[in-house]
């Protein structure tokens, strides 16, 4: 969204980098081991993996996006 991109182009961007093809980031089973190896955070957490503003930081920084959330958090933290 902050790219102002239409959803295809959405998706070929974020599978472009985590390195899937488009059809995989609708596959349950495969995104459950790709947030899980990225440490971006899962839907039904495990112990000891990334949560909430922390799985945000991470997806961000990924994705080379910004997200308003992290933003106001570093500025918040003082680590922007």
Not at 4 to 29: F, G, N, S, T
């Amino acid at each position: 969204m902050t790219r102002k991109m239409r959803i295809a182009e959405a998706k070929q961007y974020v599978a472009k980098k985590l390195k899937l093809a488009p059809m995989d980031l609708v596959d349950e089973r495969v995104m459950r081991e790709v947030r899980k190896d990225l440490d971006i955070g899962i839907v039904t957490s495990l112990p000891g993996t990334a949560k909430g503003l922390e799985a945000k930081c991470r997806i961000a920084e990924l994705l080379g996006i910004q997200i308003n959330s992290v933003n106001a958090f570093k500025r918040k933290a003082g680590l922007s």
